[in-house]
């Protein structure tokens, strides 16, 4: 049986048998059990943002395998299509 629907049979009971004792622990366990949830998600999140950044690395270091460490200016001077000899007049 999860906190939060302990949570609410014990502020369910209080609020039936006019206990508000029983009904502020109940909202208690509520909260604490939501907590409990958020604090989870966010690790998830963070877990999930890690292995994100080291595919990245990865992605980014098999890249530069591939290509050497000049790869994309090589590229991109091929794009130039001749730009500079149009400018020196060859």
């Known amino acids: 049986m999860s906190e939060n629907f302990k949570g609410r049979m014990k502020e369910a009971a209080g609020a039936i048998t006019g206990d508000e004792a029983l009904k502020a622990e109940g909202r208690a366990e509520q909260r604490k059990a939501e907590a ?21 690395k990865e992605r980014d270091r098999q890249r530069l395998k591939d290509e050497g460490p000049l790869g994309g ?18």
């Open 73 to 90: 200016i090589a590229d991109a001077t091929k794009d130039l299509g001749g730009l500079t000899d149009r400018l020196s007049g060859r």
């Open 36 to 56: 409990e949830a958020e604090a989870r998600q966010r690790e998830k999140t963070r877990q999930a943002e890690a292995e994100a950044r080291q595919a990245e």
